[in-house]
């Protein structure tokens, strides 16, 4: 267990969210609890932990009035920042179930959700993103809509204006929570791995047991400062920000946008970042832009420092031997590793990644930079933390040691089985899928395989079942998005890939007779190779499909698309003896036209590192 400092707090199994908050508050009321940017007034905007408790009181009596009771659903639709979280704990308060929205998810997809949950409440940022999703569906089960808006109450009865209320309740007391650590915290929707809506039923028990083991796993500086860069919505982000703020007393900070972040880590001083692997893919990438223009002489001590860094890093995780060249460390550390991390990364101590695999390339890079990166694994179902490394045993190929208190076994198919305090109930009123992955000794079955090439550490190979994990951590499954896509005319065969890519992209097999005419009349020729390889014509599929997958969430939708006249057959080995496709065979085949579609990235080398860690 990682050293953490005095004002640490200690759970127990009937802790509830609501009562490690006060316990936070009463501990250290004025200590810093979130920092955020306010473009309007143009200046950092900081909340000590009282102030956070009157604005979760407000919001108290903003959901009372509204008619909230125990086991309600409330669906949160804002972007990342203390009134999500604000929220999120006056809903727990009052014994109700926080549902967590993306704001960059489609309207049809917020709208199911929404009709899945039998949300009552939806608490939004912006008119327009409300009326996008009530034109998809009236929502039968919502009786108020609360939203951020400076356009008065909207056309709709059930919407109020959030901030006027909050203003009116600014000044009422917050009231001790009402739930059990048994009781339904959170029903968390996956990022998207099928058409049918499927939340895990967590529970405070679950969410507590999962942020204090997370606590005592990374490490804690006396002052912590997190910065939150994955969405709320995910239950990855609360457990290893939010919730794990509340335990460590660490300060979060909210960065507004993507583009900011880098910004942000160098203005406010973050001590830690967890994030995806593609945006430690976009430091690599920076990094080397930067390079590109420095003479070659300084790329070669860059490149030198690297080597001598991961040499170092090996050194102290106990695998290598002490080497006289050690002593240059300090001095390179100081000067150039320092120089060239910090306008990407700031003064972080340490990086947690989840989600997918980090490339090889990334992972030495930053840690022969002194960054050290931990990878871990989780999903939804577990809470969602399973593994993750440590400061003083951490294998970059590997997702690092079980949290304590989590088993793991690996069955006679190599599938990885979980049983922690961390998993799920089920899923949301779907007992038959909840049985299909949890059996009767509590064992939750992740469909990810599994190997150990030591005792200590766990090695993720694969999936049981074709599921695609893209570099921001989302996961799409392409069997549904190919069989949608084969929907079109124009489509005789099609894969889908994206695996530990930023977006999906489709390769598509269609017979000359029928883009042939089509292409005419775009002006292009079939028989010419640059034609088909065109902008034109892929963006011509791409407005195809997007009526297609119109069903399927934002982070599903195709992207890119690589057009062949190739037809794909038995023979040539891209179908099987059953007449369907061989995706592996084909993303193969057309590796090079796939390249091409993603364009400049980091070298995605394949390691034993989780393939399918899902962020929840």
Known sequence: MATRPDHCLTTDAQTTLPALFAQRVARTPDAPAYRFYAPKSERWIEMNWRDTARRVAAWQAILTSAGVQPHDRVAIMLR?????????????????????????DTPGNNAALIDDSGARVLVAVK???????????DGPALERILVFSDTGEGGDRRQRNARVLLDRHADVAMQPGVAEADALASLVYASGTST???????????FVWCAQATADALPTPEHDHAVSYLPLAHGYERVVDAYRAMITGAT???????????????????????????????FYLELHRRLA????????LVAFTIRLGNAVFEYQQGRARRRLLFLLWPLLQAGMARYFLRPLCGELEYAGCAGAALPRPVARTLIGLGLPVFQGYGLTEAGPMVSCNRLDDNDPNSVGRELDGVETRVDADGELLVRSPGVMAGYWQDEAATAQVIDAAGWLHTGDKASRLDKEHLYLT?????????????????????????????????????EARPELAAVVSCAPELLGPVMHRMGLSIDVAADLASVELEKFYIKRFKGLLAQFPAHAQIRHVAVTT????RDNGLLDDAGCVKRRAVARHYAHDIARLFGQRADNEKTDASQNTNLG
Not at 200 to 205: A, E, G, L, T
């Open 293 to 300: 223009r420095r003479p070659r002489l300084l790329r070669q």
């Open 252 to 282: 979060i900070t909210f960065t507004r946008k993507p583009r900011f972040l880098n910004l942000t880590l160098m203005r406010t001083r973050a001590t830690s970042l967890v994030a995806a692997p593609r945006t430690y893919e976009l």
């Open 566 to 569: 190739a037809a794909w057959t």
């Open 196 to 206: 049918r809506p499927r939340a895990s039923m967590v529970s405070h028990r679950n």
């Open 80 to 104: 990342n920042s203390p009134e999500w979280l604000c929220v999120d704990q006056a809903i727990l308060s009052l014994g109700a179930v926080t549902v967590g929205l993306l704001c960059t």
């Open 127 to 137: 008119q327009d993103w409300v009326t996008r999703i009530l034109q998809q569906s």
């Open 462 to 498: 694969g999936r049981i079942k074709e599921v695609i994990a893209m570099a921001t951590g989302n996961k799409a499954l392409p069997e549904p998005l190919e069989g949608a896509l084969r929907g079109d005319t124009l489509v005789d065969n099609v894969i889908v890939v994206g």
